[in-house]
């Protein structure tokens, strides 16, 4: 294992009724608040209402309208009303595209220049406003981690971002607020949970066994709830299970000892960047795709270990078939919860594609399996028709 400090500085309230804590979560840090949140269904559900009436005390200043894949220009707007109003915090109420917005805010308020420099280069970033948040969504695992992700669709880039001081200094998560997550949306937020567990997982150190059995669990826990949680929306079992998921798949746990190594979110931001699909969307499509291009004789033995561990493969002598066997699993199971599949459902033909393994291409050296230009198109192409082969 390598060396790790592990330290988060995020107060995590999870369950029903722990939005009681808000007034006290905020009041620390002064009364002016930023609220931002997203296109109105913290509205339709009441949360909003809720929100304002804990806050009767606070003066605040709102930013809706947030968009999934949140650009640089709500991050702009945001950062002009903290500095216009000379607020004290932000309050985000949604899933991770508010979150994110919302954390690169909290930077900007306290950067003098443009805050699309701080998603450029994150070592600009020195101070930022508290943030709270209430998470609606389990998918991103933002409201436990430092890291944002915006788009800039002028430049046609998808950039991540982050630093220690954008931690959320409270989460507050509970299940219920989940209940009315649309279907779609619960597909996409457990397979977006599952892509960040597998950039951490396919990786060449072998020495990690407690991250890899959390790894596991992750996964395992999001096969078996997710179809509960679509048959059954306010089940609070499948949905509390798949909110504490999303947030162990990207706080670290599972990386603890050893590197990650993200490929498939690198090449999925550009298509993001691009043709502004659903992320996880994107990533559900290139993921099964993916593994199937990068197994060989030197990835093998992680795939084989995937295959009995997740999928209770029994272990045989031929690693290469429970390898391909895991990986068409874990395909039908993304098309069994209702996602796309190919790239051709959600409008996108190879036009860009050169292009894109070429901007890409630099960033997947240090991949689990190196990936050049010709790499990248050709597994593209896998995705613009059904099945892994």
Known sequence: MENFVYDIPTKYYFGRNQIQHLPELLAPFGRRILLTYG??????????????????DFTIVELGGIDPNPRIESVRQGV?????????AILAV?????IDCSK?????????????????DSSLIHDALPLV???????????????AVITNFATKDKLGTGAYVMYPAASICDPTYTFTVPANQTAAGTADTMSHTFEIYFQHNDQAFISDRLAEGVLKCCIHYCPIALKEPDNYEARANLLWASTVGLNGLTSLGRPGTWTCHAIEHLLSAYYDITHAVG???????????????????????YAHQVWDIPQQADKMGMAKEAIQKTYDFLESIGLPMTLTEVGIDSTYFAEMGQRVAPRLV???KPL????VVAILNACLEPGVE
């Open 39 to 56: 296109g109105g269904s913290i509205k339709r559900s009441g949360l909003y209402d809720q929100v304002k009436a804990l806050l009767a």
């Open 80 to 88: 002009a009303l903290c500095k216009e109003h000379q607020l004290d």
């Open 104 to 120: 690169v805010i909290a930077a900007g308020a306290k950067y003098d220049g443009d805050a699309w420099d701080l998603v450029k």
């Open 283 to 305: 990533l559900a499509i290139l993921t099964p795709r993916w593994m199937n291009y990068v197994l060989d004789d030197s990835t093998v033995d992680r795939f084989a270990m």
């Open 372 to 375: 050049d230009p010709d790499d």
């Open 94 to 98: 949604g899933g991770g595209s508010t």
């Open 133 to 147: 948040d209430i998470l609606t969504l389990a998918a991103t695992g933002t409201e436990m981690n430092r890291g």
């Open 366 to 368: 240090n991949s689990y």
